[in-house]
């Protein structure tokens, strides 16, 4: 296995002549997209990775500097799709990975031919007309409460983040998977994630995509989806039936027919 292979955990299944390449959100691993990528594996060759600094993914690889921005993280994708002769691909980038792929395919405009962003955003913060959903107070309470105290906020966010109160092992395991996460990177990665602004790329993205969009969700709302939608030229968004940032744990099944009658 090459080392961009071994860097991002690659791990490819499937028969299908195109790839479908699934990415994973904050906080979390491939391990996400477990009860999704399956249902893909008769069609498509299912590519699925960790970005650096998260699951299996190489933490000797991970450098402050790169991942200073989500560019680092979309260079990376570039990287592993060059590797695996990618063109023409589908992508599917659950929230903040929405944005690394959409910065992927700009750079590399040949590598996906649908995208498939599952509750994306372009900007968390509100600025002047635009509506992220959170001030920029209370992001910098959000990081420095996370910074303090990684293992408290894991477990106080994580299951508000999942939804789906009456499902408790959602949260259980969205809280496990935070925990898991280096603290150092974590607080890196997170603010990346949320000081990130990439409304000036949405025009530039030439693939076909679909927004994915929960009907109630506290970190990118209908409103969020619905910008990302008016902003990418040629896209659709479907409103999903579930509820909570995380459709791929909690709704497998409609995320799945929603990509299948997409692609």
Same mark, same amino acid.
């Given at each position: ?27 979390c ?16 060759? &299912? ?7 998260? /699951? ?9 500097? %790169? ?9 990376? !994708?570039?990287e592993? /799709?060059?590797? !695996? ?10 929230s903040?990975?929405s ?9 590399a ?9 599952? /509750?994306?955003?372009?900007?968390y ?8 959903? +959170? ?13 303090d ?13 999942? /939804? ?10 969205? &809280?496990?998977?935070?925990? #898991? ?6 607080k890196?990665?997170?603010?990346v994630? +949320? ?19 929960? #009907? ?5 709302? =209908? ?5 990302? #939608? ?5 896209? =659709? ?22 990509? %299948?009658? +997409?692609?």
């Open positions: 296995m090459s080392s961009t292979l071994k860097r991002n955990n690659v791990r490819i299944s499937g028969s299908g002549e195109r790839f479908i390449v699934f990415a994973h959100g904050f906080g691993d491939q391990n996400m997209w477990r009860l999704v990528s399956p249902a893909f594996e008769n069609e498509f060759r &299912t590519v699925l990775f960790d970005h650096v600094g998260a /699951g299996g993914s190489d933490l000797a690889a991970y450098n402050t500097v %790169k991942y200073s921005t989500l560019a680092g993280y979309a260079n990376d !994708l570039v592993i /799709g060059d590797e !695996l002769g990618v063109k023409d691909a589908v992508f599917v980038g659950h903040v990975s944005m690394i792929g959409v910065m992927a395919s700009i750079k405009p040949e590598m996906f031919e649908s995208l498939v962003l599952v /509750g994306p955003s372009a900007r913060i509100d600025e002047g007309e635009y509506i992220g959903g +959170f001030s920029r107070a209370q992001i910098d309470e959000l990081l420095e409460s996370l910074a105290n990684h293992l408290g906020w894991s477990a106080a966010m994580a299951p508000a983040i999942m /939804g789906n109160p009456d499902r408790p092992e959602l949260g259980e395991e969205l &809280t496990n998977s935070f925990c #898991r996460t280096d603290p150092d990177i974590a890196e990665f997170a603010r994630t +949320f000081m990130s602004d990439n409304r000036d790329d949405l025009g530039k993205v030439t693939a076909r995509t679909l927004i994915l969009q929960c #009907r109630e969700d506290i970190i990118a709302s =209908e409103e969020v989806g619905e910008y990302v #939608r008016q902003n990418i030229p040629n896209s =659709e968004m479907v409103i999903l039936n579930a509820t909570g940032h995380c459709p791929n744990l909690s709704a497998p099944n409609e995320v799945v027919a929603a990509i %299948k009658a +997409f692609v």
